[in-house]
């Protein structure tokens, strides 16, 4: 008797498993990773094997059998990973499993499946009939004459020989074809050459890099199961990739699998060329914004180890790798690696999670480490420039306060500088961190201030579409020309963003063209790398943006990089404010000089004396660490304690108040003596619903994790929470 413990794939987090089922015979091959569809009272529901067992204390005859076992099926140690994700991340376990499973399983079973197509072969009767002398139609010789040079699809037939099925199903009635149903990868997009092996020779490494190879080299080798992680910290432009790629390329060689994670959708096309460039077709992507059909061709072929490397961002923690034994995480002080739905899940800790698990090395690299990692992790430096002789760029702070010295939100020194780039035909990045034209729309006449129906936040003035938008829940409506409260047409649109910015340097740098990358410009004109592709293939150019701009991009010809408003963030009540003001402006500095020209840095600032600012202008990350992780430790924040954010959020102001007051008194009673619950405090409403937030503080993660758990899901199976949803945040960014 063999009894399969299955997890329902249902979002209710009422509905716990896992729920034992009795095997048939005929199912005796399923193992623990298994899809099936199940009885579950009146209904038929989707499931996935977390485990397996001998017996049960239920007797075998009250036991429902499977239905089916679907074709969708993930590894053992996939679904231990999926079940830690929802343990760690309060979350349920179906919502864990679903980052496991093959692209398109769901509740309702699996959506998508492998494209097939129908392919022709000769038959030693097809090779001797053609040539001169056969009773063949002139179409059927052509189909023979087109699989002599091998196995073809019905459609490349039909293109090349006009053969339609009438005419396959024939030559097959005569024995000289063979026909049969095959498999068809659904490209992914990539740029690069086909094949096993190496397209791309290996440049020599630096001394520094060949140390930092040799090193890592040395943890892929040592015997035994624990496994290593390695800060790789490079100044920008140090070669970190090419380090990846030689660890990866030795990984390989002794039989074992890799993934490289990157911080963006937008970057994966650059890596994953780079990488296929050099490996072949060895390497798979993944990344959400692929069609289903390509993410689960590419999640086969790494499933049956006909990939080995996967490249990708955060999702691509999850790839079902054969043997993993390196897992690289490039500009790991990115908060893109933190999922924000849920479960709140950090591919930093899943990929350290999966390496102690699989006794494999993690690499993480960077100019600009957590002090997380810095304080963690065992390091390898590159601390010069490929080419050291250029070195890093000087950076220029200019103080914005006062107005004599600029117009608007460029100083006169930026104009100039921009001016100077124009003149030498070279090219300039330029970074703002908010999107739209403008920040605020206000009557000078009367103070009326637009703001959103929905959210207590302001409308952004989009200029380009003539409309006030919400950034948080998508409300627009028709850009006024006139106060709606008193009529007068004193209207102000104060502060500025990526489309002010861009007007302001179409004007002032014509005849060269300006590149915007933002949010918007992303959906409209085909994507990251369409917008990067137009800049780098331009003669000269400036690109303005928002964060994206200053992520792992690699162009020789940009000689001058921009921040405006670079205390921005430090604006923020966070305390990592300092850490992410500093990991901006220093990455920013890094995307310039990287030529034969060399290059120069503008900060733009009220503050010019915060030590982020001052730090970042001297490239010094150490400097920067030192002072912050003394900070962090004298206010007991990470990595010297743990947060978890809990937000409730309600239209029902008083039972959301209701569902806080219970929430607090069950994490109060549960908790660990070392945590601290913060909260309920008021966030600013969003999307029509009021929210309150919790924080608890905690030097015992386990445990607090274990409380803040429980309790939500005792509320859930009380039905405490109806008219309420609730999100936790397990070390929120």
Known sequence: MLIARVEPLTTARALRGPFDYLLPDEMSEVAVGAVLRVPFGPQRIVGVVTGLAGGTEVPAQKLAEPLEVLEAETTAELVDIGLWVAREYCSTPARGLQLVLPPGTGTGGQRVRAKRQLVASLTPEGEEAIGPGTRLGKRQQTVLEALADGVRSSKQLAESAGADRATLRRLEELGLIETRSAGVRRSAGADSPDGEGAAVEAPTLTRDQQYAVDRITEAIEAEGPDSTEILLHGVTGSGKTEVYMAAVERVLALGRGAIVLVPEIGLTPQAVNRFRARLGDRVAVMHSAMPPGQRFDEWMRLHRGEATVCVGPRSAIFAPVVDLGLIVIDEEHDSSYKQ????????????????????????????????????????????????????????????????????????????????????????????????????????????????????????????????????????????????????????????????????????????????????????????????????????????????????GHDFPEVTLAVVID????????????????????????????????????????????????????????????????????????????????????????????????????????????????????????????????????????????????????????????????????????
């Open 340 to 551: 924000e739905g849920d479960p709140s899940y950090d591919a930093r800790a899943v990929a350290s999670h999966r390496a102690a698990s699989l006794g494999a090395v993690l690499v993480c690299g960077t100019a600009t480490p957590r002090p997380e990692t810095w304080v963690s992790t065992k390091r390898l430096e590159l601390p010069t420039r490929v080419d050291s002789s250029r070195g890093l760029p000087p950076v220029e702070v200019v103080d914005m306060r006062g107005g004599d010295s600029h117009t608007g939100v460029l100083h006169t020194r930026t104009i100039e500088a921009l001016e100077g780039v124009r003149e030498a035909g070279s090219k300039a990045i330029v970074l703002i961190n908010r999107r739209g034209f403008a920040p605020w729309l206000t009557c000078r006449s009367c103070g009326h201030h637009w703001g959103c129906p929905n959210c207590d936040v302001s409308l952004i003035t989009h200029r380009n579409t003539g409309r006030l938008v919400c950034h948080h829940c998508a409300h627009a409506e028709p850009l006024p020309r006139v106060c709606v409260e008193c009529g007068s047409v004193t209207l102000a649109q104060s502060g500025a963003g990526t489309q002010r910015v861009e007007q302001m340097l179409v004007e002032r740098l014509d005849p060269m063209p300006i590149f915007r990358l933002d949010a918007d410009t992303v959906i409209s004109e085909g994507g990251h790398g369409a917008i990067l592709d137009r800049f780098d293939e331009a003669e000269s150019g400036v690109l303005i943006g928002t964060q994206m701009v200053a992520k």
């Open 566 to 733: 670079a205390d921005a963030t430090l604006r923020f009540p966070d305390f990592r404010a300092e850490e992410r003001t500093f990991a901006m402006v220093a990455q920013l500095a890094g995307r310039s000089g990287r030529g034969e020209a060399g290059g120069m840095v503008i900060v733009q600032t009220l503050v010019p004396g915060a030590p982020s600012i001052e730090m970042a202008a001297r490239h010094d990350s150490e400097g920067f660490l030192a002072g912050e992780i003394e900070r962090r430790r004298a206010l007991d924040y990470p990595p010297f304690s743990n947060l978890i954010r809990i937000v409730l959020a309600s239209e029902d102001l008083a039972r959301l108040e209701a569902s806080a007051a219970k929430l607090g008194a069950g994490i109060e009673s549960s908790k660990p003596d070392s945590a601290t619950v913060l909260g309920p405090a008021p966030m600013f409403r969003v999307r029509k619903r009021y929210r309150l937030r919790f924080l608890v503080k905690s030097h015992d993660r386990e445990e607090s994790v274990a409380a803040v758990g429980g309790t939500v899901e005792a509320m859930g199976a009380a039905r405490d929470l109806q008219g309420v949803t609730i999100s936790v945040d397990v070390d929120p960014q």
